[in-house]
T-cell receptor, first 116, second 115 residues
Framework: SQTIHQWPATLVQPVGSPLSLECTVEGTSNPNLYWYRQAAGRGLQLLFYSVGIGQISSEVPQNLSASRPQDRQFILSSKKLLLSDSGFYLCAWSAAPTGSGANVLTFGAGSRLTVL | AQSVAQPEDQVNVAEGNPLTVKCTYSVSGNPYLFWYVQYPNRGLQFLLK????DNLVKGSYGFEAEFNKSQTSFHLKKPSALVSDSALYFC?????????????WGAGTKLIIKP
């Protein structure tokens, strides 16, 4: 069965420090991968998605970046964190579309980032 | 612009009573519709989806949702609420012809079930 791992679960970082959140998927190949941010425990904002190794699409301009060095690995990074980067970050995967857009997203447990 | 609306920020229901969490959408064409649930400090979990066919869709944990094309709604329902149903519920829509297969998310509705 497929599983998704996301770490770290909790992170407290000072303003200006770098960030690296990692997500890996097991039990599937060529997944679509996503990074979402959830602010204040509510609405979801899609940050990045990837349909293949090295293929990253950014939905919102910001000081964050994403990389996909391997098929089932998705990394969210920042060189210098801002206070506004605080939030709950969620990684998700779905099967690559094969004509149907009805593929379900499976989410990781999330990473809570607090920037002080 | 395409959008999804969850008009209620919070819904309070007594345990054992029926519950409804509302969702309406504005997208072109015939979309795919989804409900997800999020328990505190956790990721989202898939509940159910509508693709085509029967307007009443059954999902996990006894939830169901009714697709109404004329009202462009996809309300989530459960006949008898449990305290453990208390969580944050998200409606999401994927436009049928969206080549990127991206979801449009509602803002979420907090469901509180009181004993």
């Amino acid at each position: 069965s497929q599983t998704i791992h996301q770490w770290p679960a909790t992170l407290v970082q000072p303003v200006g420090s770098p960030l690296s959140l990692e997500c890996t998927v097991e039990g599937t190949s060529n997944p679509n991968l996503y990074w979402y941010r959830q602010a204040a425990g509510r609405g979801l904002q899609l940050l990045f998605y990837s349909v293949g190794i090295g293929q990253i699409s950014s939905e919102v301009p910001q000081n964050l970046s994403a990389s996909r060095p391997q098929d089932r690995q998705f990394i969210l990074s920042s060189k210098k964190l801002l206070l506004s980067d605080s939030g709950f970050y969620l990684c998700a995967w779905s099967a690559a579309p094969t004509g149907s857009g009805a593929n379900v997203l499976t989410f990781g447990a999330g990473s809570r980032l607090t920037v002080l | 612009a395409q959008s999804v609306a969850q008009p209620e920020d919070q819904v309070n229901v007594a345990e054992g009573n029926p519950l409804t969490v509302k969702c309406t959408y504005s997208v072109s064409g015939n979309p795919y519709l989804f409900w997800y649930v999020q328990y505190p400090n956790r990721g989202l979990q898939f509940l159910l989806k509508y693709i085509t066919g029967d307007n009443l869709v059954k999902g996990s944990y006894g939830f169901e949702a009714e697709f109404n094309k004329s009202q462009t709604s996809f309300h989530l329902k459960k006949p008898s609420a449990l305290v453990s149903d208390s969580a944050l519920y998200f409606c999401a829509v994927r436009p049928f012809m969206d080549s990127n297969y991206q979801l449009i998310w509602g803002a979420g509705t907090k469901l509180i079930i009181k004993p």
